[in-house]
């Protein structure tokens, strides 16, 4: 027989089991990691780096891009193919910020990495969790995550399997019982060996079937979506009618009905929108990451900057969760009996390691002069902890949950303090878990503080000042919540509610609107006044560092962790403050603003000649005239006039509050300027029919003055201005660097115009052109105001 197993005839069935007390041989674990038997997780937190080419590679974007350039290639346009050397720029920029991103997180990731305890010839040590292989024995205590299936072999816990099967309840189990992958600890300790490993497990099996259906949950993805869908149903169709009104209709060649059908198939394209956004976030999580922020979700970044309530938990987030033991007020019956004995044998036997229960071990000497015959783990949820000696059972909790409704308000002058109280006491009667308190003989009542973190007072007032609501959520009592709550500048802390007794859906939603301090929170109710937040119509980031916390962080838009909080907690959020910085969510907060910001104000100047280019196309067809544009001078705009100022913008801090939806914003900064280009265009085309068909000397006069090549041009300078009037609207107000982007672009494009005039296929513009030019801009400037006031004035009354 090997060393170290149980065999049949064990109490907890007839499979081979290590022994609990030694565990495997480290030649066990050689051989079974040899065998394949080891926990290899099923996939990286962060994508692969064949998954970041892909993404920014194989878009449907690029595909056009790639089409439009083939048509051109075989009809031998090749200047016009400059677009796809801006097209592969932007892709390797998007790919290089990407893989800088992937790295950072990646070396962040191996701070938070989860870990697992495990018994090997006989000594305990901790190893990352793919280190485990099967068979192996684990330590499990309140607050880890399950995170191989196993079967406990000694202890006992209290499970919660809430994000395996939707049961809230913790389940007992005890030796034989089985443990799955995902649930977590509540209370309690045991030794498990573990049983599956790998992709065998329940949780891993659950996992990969979910990552099949799993959304993104991002406005701009989604928006960036329907633009795709959007442009992919006009390209085709458009692409078609235009090129054969070309040959069949007009009898143009095919070199030039390809070459103006590829221009406005080019600027229905906002192909450096799609790199903005993500190396926007992508600069962001490395940015992020410097301040060891580990963003799990690249999209998450965004989440958290259309928050518009936040709620905390007290322990380990507003406060540093260090607690320690005050003082202690012994009654009558605490003197009496040996009260530090049988504190320290409590504490010697109890397997309980919350932060309560490590301040009440730093206080109390470990003794074993009573042996404890039966245990009943803290839970949060009964807020309460049990053991059971010989002659009497020890209990210790909240103090209404030991004495009554009415016993915390003895306690009032330290609860105003904001200190935690803990009463202790024996019983003689039976104490059953799920069953009431029999009357308690009090022994003591223990004081115990939690110091605020640095800067919480500052970090609220920010929040507060930029408009998001802030709740405060705790499994304590509401007075000594709002005490602290005070203290630390939390707004509206005198707006408390005791929780305890409010069980009604109706009643939590109520409560989540009308009061900002919640006490005597169960996990459950956590979970339920995220839900309700969310279900008024509010966008509800969510912090924690507990099991206590997890459904609520489940529930949340954005779950944000602290390092020192459980295993648990901390894989279930999307955002991890790895030093446990409370006032690092200013930084997230920016970012995400930031990220938002910069591109709903560089997509307004992108989705300019997105919209102009549908609209001349439309207009085109119907006029049965070749598009106005080629596409080497819609690759100028998009380099100098969209592509250089949104690529620097994007960088700046921006911390402005997210208002409105990302689309219908978009939208109304864009159509003004592309409705007065797609009226210049027309007033265009109808001066040059006039100046064609009427008799007049005039129109003699102003045909020799503004011949076709000339008409090219005005309109090409009048398109880039009215372009470059976007990007003024867009840096509006002005500060040094958009100034400076402002005064470059100008400068740039109408430099680059003259200069490569050859190239672009414009004439150089005579006086005449130019003096019209400024005509033409004047009249776009009054068209894009009288729009930009009608689209305002209409969206006024709809809100209405």
């Keep these: 027989m090997m060393k170290g197993m149980l065999t049949k005839g064990m109490p907890i069935d007839s499979r081979c089991f290590p022994d609990p007390e030694y565990g495997l041989t480290e030649q066990e674990v050689q051989r079974k990691k040899q065998n394949g038997l080891q926990n290899t997780q099923p996939s990286a937190v962060t994508q692969t780096t064949g998954q970041i080419l892909k993404s920014n590679i194989c878009t449907l974007f ?40 992937k790295k950072l997180a990646d070396e962040l990731s191996l701070l938070s990495v989860p870990r697992a305890r495990v018994i090997r010839e006989g000594r305990s040590a901790e190893i990352p969790i793919h280190e485990l292989v099967k068979g192996d024995v684990m330590e499990l205590g309140s607050g880890n995550q399950v995170c191989s299936d196993s079967v406990v072999l000694t202890g006992q816990v209290e499970v919660n399997e809430a994000l395996l099967t939707g049961e809230s309840d913790p389940v007992l189990k005890r030796a034989g019982d089985s443990l799955l992958s995902g649930s977590f600890i509540v209370s309690g300790r045991c030794r498990a060996c573990v049983e599956h490993v790998g992709m065998d ?59 103006a059908t ?63 033991v005050e003082e202690i007020r012994l009654t009558d019956a605490g003197r009496t009996l040996p009260f530090e004995e049988i504190m320290g044998s409590f504490l010697r036997h109890s397997e309980d390691q919350n932060a309560t229960f490590q301040a009440l071990q730093a206080r109390f000497s470990p003794q074993d002069v009573f042996q404890p015959i039966e245990k009943i783990p803290f839970s949060s949820e009964r807020k309460w902890s049990a053991m059971r000696f010989a002659d009497f059972t020890f209990v210790i909790g909240a103090p209404e949950r030991l004495a009554g409704a009415d016993a915390a308000e003895r306690f009032g002058e330290d609860l105003a303090k904001g200190r935690r109280i803990l009463l202790a006491g024996i019983t003689r009667e039976p104490v059953a ?8 003989e009090e022994l003591a009542a223990l004081v115990l503080t939690d110091p605020i973190r640095p800067h919480a007072a500052e970090t609220l007032a920010y929040f507060q000042g930029e408009g998001v609501k802030l709740k405060l959520i705790s499994g304590d009592h509401p007075a000594a919540v709002a005490a602290l709550a005070k203290r630390a500048g939390f707004p ?49 980031a969510m912090t924690g560092d507990g099991v206590n916390d997890l459904l609520a962080l489940r529930e949340a838009d954005c779950s944000i962790a602290v390092a020192e909080g459980s295993d648990a907690a901390r894989q279930m959020a999307q955002v991890v403050l790895l030093n446990s910085d409370f006032s690092a969510l200013l930084d997230v907060l920016g970012q995400g603003r930031r990220v938002v910001n910069n591109t709903t104000r560089a997509a307004g ?62 939208m109304r900064r864009a159509l003004p300027n592309a409705i007065a280009i797609g009226a210049g265009f027309l007033l265009l085309r109808a001066g040059a029919w006039w100046i064609r068909t009427s008799p007049s000397g005039l129109c003699r006069i102003l045909a020799v003055l503004l011949p076709q090549s000339q008409q090219d041009a005005l ?9 470059i009037q976007a990007v003024w609207k867009a840096c509006w107000p002005l500060n040094r660097l958009r100034a400076f982007l402002c005064i470059t672009t100008t400068g740039g494009f109408y430099a680059a115009a003259i200069l490569f005039r050859s190239a672009l296929q414009l004439a150089m513009p005579t006086s005449f052109t130019l003096l019209l030019a400024v005509c033409f801009a004047l009249v776009g400037f009054l068209v894009e105001r009288v729009s930009s006031k009608l689209i305002d004035r209409r969206e006024a009354g709809l809100s209405d």
């Excluded at 509206?492 to 509610?497: D, F, L, Q």
């Excluded at 900002?516 to 839900?531: D, E, I, Y």
């Excluded at 309109?715 to 372009?723: I, R």
């Design 62 to 101: 690029n595909l056009f891009n790639v089409l439009i350039a083939c048509a051109l290639a075989l009809v031998g346009a090749w200047s016009n193919m400059l677009f796809m050397v801006i097209i592969a720029l932007n892709t390797l920029i998007g790919i290089v910020q990407e893989l800088h991103a």
């Design 201 to 259: 497990n329940y949780a891993a099996k659950i996992t990969c079937e979910a990552k099949k259906m799993r959304k993104v949950h991002s406005e701009l993805l989604s928006a960036m979506r329907r633009v795709t869908r959007f442009t992919g149903k006009l390209i085709v169709p458009l692409g078609l009618l235009l090129f054969l009104e070309a040959v069949l209709l007009r009898g143009d060649g095919v070199h030039h009905a390809v070459v």
């Design 433 to 440: 878990s799920g069953k009431p308190m029999p009357p308690v």
């Design 492 to 540: 509206n802390a005198e707006k408390a509610v005791d929780m305890s007794g409010i069980t009604e859906e109706a009643d939590i939603e109520d409560a989540a609107r009308r009061y900002a301090v919640f006490g005597r929170v169960s996990p459950v109710q956590k979970k339920q006044l995220v839900r309700a937040l969310r279900r008024n119509g509010h966008s509800v």
């Design 262 to 324: 590829a221009a406005g198939l080019l600027g229905m394209l906002p192909k450096g929108l799609v790199l903005l956004i993500s190396v926007s976030l992508a600069a962001g999580i490395a940015a992020l990451a410097k301040k060891k922020v580990w963003v799990q979700d690249l999209y998450s970044l965004e989440t958290l900057a259309h928050v518009d309530t936040l709620c905390l938990d007290k322990t380990g987030t507003l406060t540093q969760g260090r607690m320690q």
């Design 715 to 723: 309109f090409y300078l009048f398109v880039g201005t009215m372009e």
């Design 605 to 666: 100047v992108f989705f300019v000649k997105t919209i102009y280019s549908v609209l001349l196309s439309i207009a085109c067809l119907l006029l049965n005239i070749p598009f106005p544009l080629i596409p080497i001078q819609v690759t100028l705009i998009d380099c100098i006039i969209e592509g250089y100022p949104a690529f620097l913008m994007s960088f700046e801090p921006d911390g402005r509050k997210v208002c409105g939806r990302w689309i219908p914003t978009v």
